[in-house]
C-alpha cells in the first residue's frame, strides 16, 4: 500500500525561516527533522515573508499556497503568527477577523490548519496586549475546529527562552527555537497530521 502523501504549506515571518538561529534550522525544520516519515511522506513549502501582520498575510496566503499544494495528496497549511500586529496599530477584532478569514478559506478547501501562535518578547506591556492578542488566536482557531499551539504562555517567563532573548538581539537562537520545537511537536503536530506520536 502506498504511503500516504502530505503536503504542508507553512505560512508567517521570519521566525517561520529560523531567522537568528546558528543552524539554520528555526523551530519549524527542528519539528520536520523529529517526525517520522514512516507512516507518510512529508512535502514541505515554507512561505515566509518578513515582518508580515495578519492583515498581509490573509491577503497573500492562498495564492501562493495554492501553488504548492496538489490533487493526489493530503494538503496541509501552517500559520505561525507573529506579534506584528501590535506595531500595525490593528485591534484585537481586526486580527481575529483576519485569522478568521484565513481559516475559513482553508475549511472551505477541506484544508487542516495548524496555527502556532506568536511567541512572547522582554518587554512586559507587550507581552501584556501580545497575551491578549494570542488567546484571542486560540479562540478563533477552536473556533473554526483547527488545531492551535499557544507558544506564549509557557515561554513568556521561561528563564531559557528570555536569556535566549537577550543574548540574540531579542530573536531566539538554537535554545529558543528548540522550545518552540518541542511545544509544536508535543501539543498538537501528531495528531494534526493524524500519524502516531512517538514513544520515546
Same mark, same amino acid.
Request: hydrophobic share 40%; aromatic share 8%.
Given at each position: 500500500?502506498?504511503?500516504?502523501?502530505?503536503?504542508?504549506?507553512?505560512?508567517?515571518?521570519?521566525?517561520?525561516?529560523?531567522?537568528?538561529?546558528?543552524?539554520?534550522?528555526?523551530?519549524?525544520?527542528?519539528?520536520?527533522?523529529?517526525?517520522?516519515?514512516?507512516?507518510?511522506?512529508?512535502?514541505?513549502?515554507?512561505?515566509?515573508?518578513?515582518?508580515?501582520?495578519?492583515?498581509?498575510?490573509?491577503?497573500?496566503?492562498?495564492?501562493?499556497?495554492?501553488?504548492?499544494?496538489?490533487?493526489?495528496?493530503?494538503?496541509?497549511?501552517?500559520?505561525?503568527?507573529?506579534?506584528?500586529?501590535?506595531?500595525? !496599530?490593528?485591534?484585537?477584532?481586526?486580527?481575529?477577523?483576519?485569522?478568521?478569514?484565513?481559516?475559513?478559506?482553508?475549511?472551505?478547501?477541506?484544508?487542516?490548519?495548524?496555527?502556532?501562535?506568536?511567541?512572547? !518578547?522582554?518587554?512586559?506591556?507587550?507581552?501584556?496586549?501580545?497575551?491578549?492578542?494570542?488567546?484571542?488566536?486560540?479562540?478563533?482557531?477552536?473556533?473554526?475546529?483547527?488545531?492551535?499551539?499557544?507558544?506564549?504562555?509557557?515561554?513568556?517567563?521561561?528563564?531559557?527562552?528570555?536569556?535566549?532573548?537577550?543574548?540574540?538581539?531579542?530573536?531566539?537562537?538554537?535554545?529558543?527555537? !528548540?522550545?518552540?520545537?518541542?511545544?509544536?511537536?508535543?501539543?498538537?503536530?501528531?495528531?494534526?497530521?493524524?500519524?502516531?506520536?512517538?514513544?520515546?
Amino acid at each position: 500500500m502506498e504511503p500516504r502523501t502530505i503536503r504542508i504549506a507553512a505560512v508567517g515571518d521570519e521566525l517561520l525561516a529560523g531567522h537568528g538561529d546558528p543552524r539554520a534550522l528555526g523551530w519549524y525544520g527542528r519539528v520536520l527533522a523529529r517526525t517520522s516519515t514512516e507512516e507518510a511522506r512529508l512535502e514541505s513549502y515554507v512561505l515566509a515573508a518578513p515582518g508580515e501582520g495578519t492583515e498581509a498575510l490573509a491577503q497573500r496566503w492562498l495564492e501562493e499556497a495554492s501553488r504548492r499544494f496538489g490533487d493526489r495528496c493530503e494538503n496541509r497549511l501552517v500559520v505561525a503568527l507573529s506579534d506584528r500586529d501590535l506595531d500595525l !496599530g490593528l485591534s484585537t477584532a481586526r486580527s481575529r477577523l483576519n485569522l478568521a478569514n484565513i481559516l475559513d478559506a482553508a475549511s472551505q478547501m477541506s484544508i487542516k490548519a495548524l496555527v502556532v501562535g506568536p511567541v512572547p !518578547g522582554l518587554d512586559p506591556d507587550r507581552n501584556r496586549r501580545l497575551g491578549e492578542l494570542a488567546a484571542a488566536y486560540g479562540d478563533v482557531a477552536s473556533r473554526r475546529n483547527h488545531s492551535y499551539v499557544d507558544t506564549f504562555t509557557p515561554l513568556e517567563h521561561h528563564d531559557q527562552w528570555r536569556s535566549d532573548l537577550a543574548s540574540n538581539r531579542g530573536l531566539p537562537g538554537q535554545a529558543g527555537y !528548540g522550545l518552540i520545537a518541542w511545544l509544536v511537536l508535543h501539543r498538537g503536530w501528531y495528531p494534526w497530521l493524524q500519524l502516531p506520536e512517538p514513544t520515546a
